[in-house]
């Protein structure tokens, strides 16, 4: 039976839920299991950790804390304009995603405050700062050593 592990291309089913119990995503749902090469910073490092060593067919339920998911809450993304300093037909609300442009190109952030004078927005990830549950099953696993060239199979 197969094992994965570091350089495996993997597919697994998985959920994942916040420790209140609300779900933020699902491949099953989706009804196609997620690729990935094991160990290659694809994935976030908790979920690459719980995946390896696993066997084809095997569920597991792993808590990731968010230090091996999307990293603590940033003050530093959380910024604010001036509302002068905005186009003018801009009119976000409290909720809305927007794009701030930077050298490496946009990044999502969502508008947290407004008032006459100033717009807060944050660019965290949603889910900095939460420890993240997964239901995991190993679906396939083709072996870094049995693919040619990169070319596997799953």
């Not at 597919?11 to 779900?23: A, E, F, I, P």
């Not at 099953?28 to 067919?57: C, N, S, W, Y």
Request: charged fraction near 25%; glycine fraction near 10%.
């Amino acid at each position: 039976m197969s094992v994965a592990k570091k350089g495996d291309k993997v597919k697994v089913h998985y959920v994942g839920t916040l420790n209140d119990g609300s779900q933020f995503d699902s491949s099953v749902e989706r009804g196609e299991p997620i690729a990935f090469t094991l160990g290659a910073g694809q994935m976030i490092p908790g979920f690459d950790a719980a995946v390896d060593g696993m066997k084809v067919g095997e569920k597991k339920t792993v808590n990731i804390p968010s230090d091996q998911a999307y990293g603590p809450a940033r003050e530093d993304l959380i910024i604010e304009f001036k509302r002068s300093d905005i186009p003018a037909d801009m009119n976000p609300n409290v909720g809305d995603q927007i794009g701030l442009q930077s050298p490496q190109g946009p990044i999502p952030a969502t508008v947290v405050e407004l008032t006459e004078e100033i717009i807060k927005v944050d660019a965290n990830s949603p889910m900095a700062g939460k420890d993240l549950n997964f239901d995991i099953e190993l679906v396939e696993v083709c072996d870094a050593d049995s693919c040619e060239d990169g070319n596997c199979n799953c």
